[in-house]
């Protein structure tokens, strides 16, 4: 079983950067691809970001890329997604995923989440 606690969301001017934070439970976390999802209102949950077990290998949505930054430091049981040049559209709830042995785009892959931090990005 892994918790997994995000934080780090909140109220920033287009233009401006935030960091989230993944706080797991911590059993095989290293064993476990990390993900960000996010989810605005109306509007379908998208694939944001994800990062492999060891660190080595990154992916990222077409609209992140460049954008944010996933990383992770497993002797903390944390991943993170550092968000740059953040836009209006990027307003919505955060969700932190875990997938054992391994990443995927599709959220109905997860195993585990959190429950969402919420990122506002005023105009």
């Known amino acids: 079983q892994v918790h997994l606690v995000e934080s780090g969301g909140g109220l920033v001017q287009a233009g401006g950067s935030l960091r989230l934070s993944c706080a797991a439970s911590?059993?095989?976390?290293?064993?476990?691809?990390m993900h960000w999802f996010r989810q605005a209102p109306g509007k379908e949950r998208e694939f944001v970001a994800a990062?492999?077990?060891?660190?080595?290998?990154?992916y990222y949505a077409d609209s992140m890329k460049g954008r944010f930054t996933i990383s992770r430091d497993n002797a903390k049981n944390t991943v993170y997604v550092q968000m740059n040049s953040l836009k209006p559209e990027d307003t919505a709830n955060y969700y932190c995923?875990?997938?054992?042995?391994?990443?995927?785009?599709?959220?109905?892959?997860?195993?585990?989440w959190g429950k969402g931090t919420l990122v506002t990005v005023s105009s």
């Open positions: 911590g059993r095989l976390f290293s064993s476990y691809g």
């Open positions: 995923a875990a997938r054992f042995g391994s990443t995927n785009y599709n959220d109905y892959a997860m195993n585990y």
């Open positions: 990062i492999s077990g060891s660190g080595a290998d990154t």
